[in-house]
């Protein structure tokens, strides 16, 4: 089989049309959108290229070979290396309940294809803070402590088990911030412990973290 991605894109909430736009023409017949806020700094704002608050978030699903070239091309026809544009990278799915679910969310896949699985070396993770509903802030501020630069937030409700609330130590059901921030691997880990440590499952926040490997960026500008 194949190995399949999903692509993530962040961009300016009035461009998101032309972002699904472009994955429609490219062949990316499956793409769901949501808005979010953007929390940057105005000093990281050039580094993230997010420039402006009113967000959307695009998940979009094709294969790795796919995903390569439809980033090289979507940078370059939506600028995404001009400030205050967007990001776009994508994420290894690791799983999946069938092939049937497979081809729905990925047209034309060889599912037949042999393949014996991938192991990805990163540069580059997605951080993904899951926190109760009005702790934005306070997570963001732990986080750019760590050296995050910024992140984009989407609001979301839990569903889990009694079980699942009991170990968190939170209430999973209740209303939820979810915040990604791209970040170096190096970065990471530091962030992850200093969100444990301040704003964790324990305190308000009631924070929770986990990363995702990174394949490849596109409009994520480096100094």
Do not use: W
Request: with cysteine; net charge negative.
């Amino acid at each position: 089989m194949e190995n399949a991605v999903v692509a993530i894109t962040i961009g300016e909430r009035n461009k998101s049309e032309k972002y699904v736009d472009f994955f429609r023409q490219n062949g990316i017949t499956l793409s769901l959108g949501m808005y979010g806020q953007g929390t940057a700094t105005k000093e990281t704002l050039e580094l993230l290229g997010i420039g402006n608050s009113e967000k959307f978030v695009i998940f979009s699903f094709m294969t790795l070979d796919q995903s390569k070239e439809v980033l090289k091309k979507l940078e370059i026809i939506m600028q995404m290396k001009k400030i205050g544009v967007g990001i776009s990278f994508t994420v290894p799915m690791e799983s999946i309940d069938g092939m049937h679910t497979l081809k729905k969310l990925i047209s034309g896949i060889d599912v037949d294809k042999e393949g014996e699985g991938y192991e990805l070396e990163t540069e580059t993770q997605l951080l993904v803070i899951i926190a109760n509903r009005g702790y934005t802030e306070t997570v963001m501020d732990v986080a750019r402590s760590a050296g995050a630069q910024g992140g984009t937030v989407v609001h979301a409700r839990g569903t889990s088990t009694e079980d699942a609330q009991k170990f968190f130590g939170t209430l999973i059901g209740a209303e939820k911030e979810m915040i990604f921030i791209v970040t170096k691997k190096d970065t990471t880990q530091n962030i992850m412990k200093a969100i444990k440590e301040q704003v964790g499952v324990n305190t308000p926040s009631g924070a929770i973290s986990f990363s995702l490997p990174v394949c490849d960026t596109a409009g994520m500008i480096e100094y």
